[in-house]
């Protein structure tokens, strides 16, 4: 059961099945398959920025063994000069001012300035490459670092910090119910401790806030029996598909595997080997393998 790789493909997955429903109803007809469309016209099997921000996150801890706040925003730059347009308005507000010489956490600030918050889902979405480099136990704080890069609204860094948690512990064998109760015991903001530690008392809402979108992930993956139950459960949703699929479908992959996801997913994903690659060349270079010691940056 090769549950890293497990995680990132089907991140990139539920990325892709969601995409076409990206801002719509909740849809009449189920979707069970890649299709084209969407509010950003994509190919059948083509993922968008969730993807590429967490392959960002991915290629960083690989090249530099460790979490290189300069490194990431570089890569992840790299990835909206690519597709500007897939960004959410938080990012993509953030990425201008770097790009224009504004130092990144003055960017954040000024970005949850003009947009009265920052409590969007783009920093929740493509931290889970962090649970699978680190342990549980340096996971959550790391997740809040990552995070306030770009998004200064502390909530949105502990909805990611929740579910990198759960990641980072099943990767490594941990069974789906206690990666809950520990994330859930290390949840340190009420709200995000509210929600997501009793997903099961709120209805899920698809929606670009991070608790929300976040909740509505754990609430499909926590509830199915399946991996492919979990990520459709998500992505049927509408609203944000894209990102809610991406999120349940890295806590599926983590808990079931890669062998877990169905060949017609994985054969009509767009970069399969590349993302492939990039989960194994993680794994090799995680922080806790044997023998490792993590350079200072």
């Known amino acids: 059961m090769v549950r890293h790789a497990g995680s990132l493909v089907a991140l990139a997955i539920g990325d892709a099945l969601g995409a ?21 016209f994509r190919k059948k099997g083509e993922f968008t920025d969730d993807t590429l921000q967490a392959l960002a996150v991915a290629e960083s801890l690989v090249a530099c063994g460790a979490f290189s706040e300069n490194d990431l925003v570089q890569k992840l730059s790299e990835s909206f000069i690519v597709r500007p347009e897939w960004f959410g308005p938080t990012s993509t507000l953030f990425f201008e001012l770097v ?4 130092v990144p956490h ?11 918050g920052s409590r969007t889902n783009g920093s929740v979405m493509r931290g889970f490459p962090l649970g699978i480099f680190f342990p549980a136990p340096e ?22 910090a929740f579910l990198n948690t759960m990641a980072s512990d099943m990767v490594r064998g941990t069974s789906r119910s206690r990666a809950f109760r520990h994330a859930r015991s290390l949840c340190t903001n009420p709200e995000v401790h509210a929600v997501l530690g009793s997903y099961a008392q709120y209805d899920p809402e698809p ?13 499909s993956f926590m509830e199915a029996k ?5 990520i459709l459960a998500a992505v049927n949703l509408g609203g944000d598909a894209d990102t809610v699929g991406a999120c349940c479908g890295a806590l599926a992959g983590a808990c079931w595997g890669l062998s877990a996801i169905p060949c017609r997913w994985r054969d009509g994903l767009e970069d399969y080997d590349r993302i492939v690659r990039t989960a194994n060349q993680l794994w090799e270079r995680r922080a806790d393998r044997p023998g490792h010691t993590l350079p200072h940056l």
């Not at 790009?99 to 504004?102: E, H, K």
């Not at 003055?106 to 009265?116: D, E, G, T």
Request: glycine fraction near 6%.
């Open 20 to 40: 076409p429903l990206e801002g719509s109803q909740k849809p009449e007809a189920w979707l069970a398959e890649y299709r084209s469309g969407g509010r950003l």
């Open 207 to 219: 929606s670009l806030d991070s608790v929300r979108c976040a909740h509505a992930a754990l609430r």
């Open 99 to 102: 790009q224009n010489g504004t």
């Open 139 to 160: 996971v959550y704080a790391l997740s809040l670092r990552c995070s306030s890069l770009t998004h200064y609204d502390p909530v949105a860094g502990h909805c990611s």
């Open 106 to 116: 003055l960017a954040a600030r000024i970005v949850h300035q003009r947009n009265h």
């Open 226 to 230: 399946s991996l492919e139950h979990a």
